[in-house]
């Protein structure tokens, strides 16, 4: 990495020095057989100003892409949404005529004047003796600094300047589509990941040094975050992180209020830290990354390696050795091998599941040799009384009267087996909610579906109520939970305006109709940020964002 940025520092200093053809290059960490596609998304910035969009985009690329190259972590900067400039030629068709100049010819002279030549290799032979075939190029004239009037069209032996034969107009092309904040024009500018960064650390380099950059920027422009994959990142991993300290508390406090041991519940916290302690150190030694599909491994692994602990740490407090451990080593070991079958999955699948199996084996694993070597010595240095039983006839009582009670249930669900199995059935769902609504074809069955299952009557009536009663649990997780904790989506309240051209209309027209709308809106303080979006007459719209103390009153 410190390569990169010297690296980065000497291309930075010798930019200027490049011919203007030259774009600000591109440094990538990746090796060579990386695919192109592994960069994620990590910031997008909108930049606006007053000024054109073409102006915006050339001073992104000039000023903001190669500072935020240069930060760790990040693999590309690109910017969208910028409009780029044409030059037309008009030429005199009268004038050309009557000097007999067609308008070919002045197409092929300007292409000449900017092409380069292969005139071919020059063999070369240094006083090291190392031989070698120079390549020999006629380059032409730079074409980003196009000045007409230094060009020349040869014609009958006479010379013309291009500016004498055409006339020259510069504009920007038309554009495709729209994107405004706020009634300003808009590039989008992506700052793109490298497969292995911390995005979180990386996302907040990137924002300070926007924010340094902010207080540089011309008069009028603005640049704001549009969105930011830290912000989701950091709320799973402090929401995982609270689970894994939820789980050993509460935990702990189990093994504290079945033990009423303040050493019980120390040898037991002692044994947990030293699980924890010895898997980071397999971790670093295979190169698990620590993330939020890890740390939940090490969420779930958390109760096993417990269990471990106790049963133990049990048996030798109670005098029976470590005889118990065999029946601990089968137990892990069938737990690890479910795992196994992460490893057979599809590769994008592995790409999110392996580190998470992993954790939980090494952790589970770690926990076999915790109970086996570490639980004796520290019990050793901290043994344990064993319990003795007290008020055996009370506690007799006790366990006769569960187990008459445990009977009783077991003859009652024996009894009414068929009822129990039917509600768990129902409990947990039948896919009837998944069935469609019509079913192509001419064949018997498909008549049959369509004039039952596929019937008006049966998919207004009768449809919603058997969805319900039928589809359970199941039908509650499929429609409703989300698969993703990661969701791209901001819950936040907005108002999306949407609108529809009549036909024949054009992009520009469908433009001033939202540029109206722009102007209505400017002028409300509790509206934080409206975005228009235009790609064609029928489909453009503005999306409303409020204010945070504005987002839940009703006027």
Same mark, same amino acid.
């Given at each position: ?13 010798? @930019?200027? /020095? ?29 930049? =606006? ?17 190669? %500072?935020?190259?240069?930060? %760790? ?13 044409? #030059? +037309? ?33 020059? @063999? ?36 013309? %300047? ?30 793109? /990941? ?20 902010? +207080? ?13 994959? /830290? ?11 609270? &689970? ?14 079945? $033990? &009423? ?7 037991? $916290? ?5 699980? #924890? ?39 030798? &407090?109670?005098?029976?050795?470590? $005889? ?5 080593? *089968? ?35 770690? =926990? ?8 004796? *010595? ?67 069955? =498909? ?27 199941? &039908? ?7 698969? /993703? ?19 024949? $209309? ?50």
């Amino acid at each position: 990495m410190p390569v990169r940025f010297e690296v980065s520092t000497l291309i930075r200093q010798a @930019y200027p /020095s490049l011919p203007k053809t030259v774009s600000y290059p591109e440094i990538r960490i990746n090796r060579p057989d990386d695919e192109e596609g592994n960069a994620e998304t990590l910031i997008t910035f909108t930049l =606006s100003g007053p000024d054109s969009n073409s102006g915006i985009g050339d001073y992104a690329n000039e000023y903001l892409i190669p %500072r935020l190259s240069e930060i %760790r972590g990040v693999d590309a900067v690109n910017v969208y949404g910028s409009n780029t400039r044409r #030059i +037309d030629l008009v030429y005199n068709k009268k004038l050309l005529k009557n000097i007999g100049l067609p308008v070919g010819s002045i197409i092929s002279q300007i292409r000449e004047y900017y092409d380069h030549t292969n005139l071919g290799r020059v @063999y070369e032979q240094s006083s090291t003796g190392n031989e070698a075939f120079v390549p020999v190029t006629l380059s032409g004239r730079d074409v980003s600094g196009f000045k007409p009037g230094e060009i020349l069209i040869r014609h009958n032996s006479r010379l013309f %300047r291009l500016t004498e034969l055409v006339k020259i107009r510069e504009h920007e092309s038309e554009p495709q589509s729209y994107y405004r904040i706020n009634g300003l024009n808009t590039v989008n500018i992506v700052v793109q /990941s490298a497969p292995a960064a911390n995005q979180i650390v990386a996302a907040d380099l990137v924002k300070d040094k926007v924010n340094q950059l902010r +207080d540089q920027l011309p008069p009028g422009y603005t640049i704001n975050v549009s969105y930011d994959s /830290s912000v989701q990142l950091k709320e799973e991993l402090n929401r995982i992180i609270l &689970r894994i300290l939820s789980s050993v508390a509460i935990l702990l406090l189990f093994v504290l209020l079945v $033990s &009423r041991s303040g050493r019980y519940l120390l040898v037991i $916290s002692f044994s947990i830290l030293a699980n #924890i302690l010895i898997a980071f150190i397999f971790y670093y030694l295979l190169g698990i990354e620590i993330h939020m599909y890890s740390l939940a491994g090490i969420t779930i692994s958390l109760g096993i390696l417990i269990d471990n602990t106790i049963v133990m740490a049990d048996h030798l &407090r109670n005098g029976n050795g470590n $005889s118990v451990f065999r029946a601990i080593l *089968a137990a892990t070991l069938t737990t690890m091998g479910a795992l196994v079958a992460v490893f057979f999955l599809d590769e994008d699948l592995q790409l999110r599941l392996i580190d998470f199996a992993w954790v939980i084996m090494i952790n589970l694993g770690v =926990s076999l040799l915790v109970s086996l070597f570490f639980i004796p *010595a520290l019990l050793n240095k901290l043994p344990l009384r064993k319990r003795h039983t007290r008020f055996t006839l009370r506690r007799t009582r006790r366990k006769i009267i569960l187990t008459r009670f445990y009977g009783k249930t077991i003859v009652l669900m024996a009894r009414f087996r068929r009822t129990l199995l039917l509600l768990a059935i129902l409990g947990f769902g039948l896919p009837i909610y998944m069935l469609p609504n019509y079913m192509e074809g001419e064949a018997w069955y =498909s008549k049959w579906y369509n004039n039952t299952l596929g019937s008006q009557f049966y998919i207004e009536d009768i449809k919603p109520v058997t969805d319900v009663v039928l589809g359970g649990t199941l &039908r509650l997780f499929t429609e409703d939970v989300k698969h /993703s904790a990661l969701s791209n989506s901001s819950l936040r309240t907005s108002i999306n305006i949407s609108a529809t051209m009549n036909d024949g $209309s054009t992009l520009e027209q469908t433009n001033k109709v939202f540029e109206k709308l722009e102007n209505f809106l400017a002028q409300f303080d509790e509206i934080e940020q409206f975005e228009t979006r235009i790609y064609s007459p029928s489909d453009a719209k503005t999306i409303i964002f409020f204010k945070p103390k504005y987002e839940f009153q009703n006027s």
